[in-house]
């Protein structure tokens, strides 16, 4: 790390526990101006509870050790910017005093304290919150600092939208973009908070590679450019090393590795084994689309071409890849195959029995004789927060067999997805909200495994997941298509889960196919249409 620039963030033996269970153990470091830390470790090593105690938020005060803000702070108004440059305040002129502040250690209606929490900006795994019936440019505008003038607020606005490659979406309704493009507007509206701190969990898990290293890039210059400090965790090696100043590798809580990034993540990555799948003989034709389209209008917008008159075929058995940019078309396609979203024109059809069905026909004579068989993960998957991670994977989802089976198949389902078997029963009683992010991504993937379906929709499974868990998946992947004959659709932008277990795909660009064949050359020709956008300075 850098010993330049003004101390700004300082960790000191931090220490947390959840029902006895210690999260964080001793943990300490300093962030001066311009610097990230990053975070890197498995699902549930305690990188988004050190995210949320360095928040502020309700619950993660620390049982020992202190965080500390270093800025200056104007006595009369409260109005804080970093320690370096001007010290008047910019809104009464008073003198600004530099401080020390100890977030944890004030009431929670603090002045102070509030005034602290307002200029830390954060961005949670796969929370993709905003203003649905809004345009991209409303939710930016709506983020600002209350009194900000319009001049300044479309100015902010113009050079945040370009700062997260979303120019091309300014008037776009947020519910109608894609998971991708969704987390570029979230990462805009924080940055348009004009945080001091910004704290980051999987900033990019949901961008193809070509934006993810765009943003990346761009984040460091603005943690720079603006001398604040960033804190971010990732399961992505390349994102750490490429933004961090220093990396810290967490497991179970604690300290494994600290210091140089490229050094932590190789580290790290000494435990990751990367697989190929096995060849799989596939049956005949299972799902067709031909000149299939999704057009819709939007007042704004006019006629949008989300899906634009796409054909192939699935085979039976076949695990199938979707891959292109953010906003290309992969989800809706997907919709359009499980039945979720009905084609404007065109064939969307999956072969039932003897019968082929058109995904189109709504009610119980159409798509309904398909949907039965066809289980679906979601991007932004839910659970049922207040029930246990066994009533999620039974009861809940209305699996009706008796609670001895049902319990039996949950924990099938669970080890299928990567969790140990020591400690599982700890897992089924637990809530949601008591587990990470990762965890629950996990979960939601063995919701859709225990109804066994024949079809399985899954839409950025891996976003959140370390490389280790990764591997596990994939081959839960695998070993459910061997032993079940399921058919796998997979959107994604990771190119290594690819490669690991899907055998064929789809090179999808604005609407269209690009390119259809095995995961090797649909992997190599999206990193080749990569490599043209750098070169050429084009538009995904």
């Known amino acids: 790390m850098s010993e330049t620039g003004v101390e700004l963030l300082k960790l000191e033996n931090v220490t947390k526990s959840f029902d006895g269970k210690v999260v964080l153990d001793n943990i300490s470091v300093t962030l001066r101006t311009g610097e990230v830390l990053g975070l890197i470790g498995k699902s549930a090593a305690g990188k988004s509870v050190l995210i949320h105690m360095i928040r ?49 250690s004030l009431r929670e209606r603090d002045p102070v304290r509030v005034a602290l929490h307002l200029r830390i900006s954060i961005m949670l795994q796969r929370t993709f919150a905003l203003f649905g019936d809004d345009t991209v440019l409303e939710n930016i505008y709506e983020a600002m600092p209350d009194g900000t003038p319009e001049n300044k607020k479309i100015k902010t606005a113009i050079e945040l939208l370009d700062f997260v490659n979303m120019t091309h979406r300014t008037t776009h309704i947020a519910r109608d973009l894609s998971g991708g493009e969704k987390q570029r507007v979230v990462m ?27 943003v990346h890039e761009r984040l460091v210059k603005y943690v720079k450019e603006h001398n604040i400090c960033m804190v971010f965790a990732s399961h992505w090696p390349d994102a750490i090393t490429k933004m961090a100043d220093t990396a810290i590798w967490l497991d179970a809580g604690k300290v494994v590795a600290q210091g140089d990034p490229t050094d932590v993540t190789n580290k790290f990555m000494e435990e990751y084994k990367f697989e190929k799948g096995t060849v799989h003989n596939v049956g005949e034709t299972l799902i067709r689309l031909e000149n ?30 979707l891959v292109g940019f953010s906003g290309a078309g ?69 699996i009706k067999m008796p609670a001895e089976l049902a319990k039996v198949k949950a924990i099938q389902a669970l080890l299928s997805v990567g969790f140990p078997r020591k400690g599982i029963e700890n897992v089924l009683q637990a809530q949601p909200g008591t587990l990470s992010v990762g965890e629950n991504q996990r979960i939601a993937f063995a919701q859709v495994l225990i109804k066994e379906p024949k079809i399985v929709v899954l839409d950025e499974p891996t976003g959140t997941m370390d490389p280790i868990t990764k591997v596990t998946v994939a081959k839960a992947v695998l070993k459910a298509r061997d032993d079940l004959n399921e058919t796998f659709i997979v959107v994604s932008h990771d190119m290594d889960f690819i490669l690991n277990c899907c055998d064929r795909g789809a090179l999808m660009k604005e609407g269209k196919i690009e390119f259809i064949g095995p995961a090797d050359e649909l992997v190599k020709k999206l990193r080749d249409l990569e490599q043209e956008i750098l070169e050429t300075g084009g538009e995904l």
């Open 292 to 321: 299939a389209k999704k057009h819709y209008f939007s007042v704004v917008r006019g006629v949008v071409k989300a899906v634009d008159g796409v054909s192939f075929d699935i085979k039976e058995g076949e695990i199938f890849a």
């Open 330 to 398: 992969k989800t809706t396609t997907s919709r359009m195959i499980s039945g979720m979203t009905p084609a404007t024109e065109g064939k969307v059809e999956i072969k039932i029995g003897d019968s082929w069905i058109n995904m189109s026909d709504p009610g119980e004579g159409g798509k309904g004789r398909a949907t039965a068989y066809i289980g679906v993960l979601h991007q932004e998957f839910t659970l049922y927060p207040f029930d246990t991670v066994l009533m999620n994977l039974s009861s809940s989802i209305g």
């Open 188 to 214: 805009a509206r924080q940055l348009a908070k004009d945080p001091l701190f910004f704290l980051a969990d999987e900033p990019t898990g949901t961008l193809d590679p070509y934006t993810a290293a765009l």
């Open 56 to 104: 502020g938020s309700e619950g993660y005060k620390p049982d020992s050790g202190r965080i500390l803000y270093h800025v200056d702070r104007c006595p009369k108004c409260n109005c804080l910017d970093t320690p370096v440059g001007e010290k008047c305040c910019p809104h009464c002129g008073t003198e600004m005093q530099d401080e020390w502040i100890d977030m944890w």
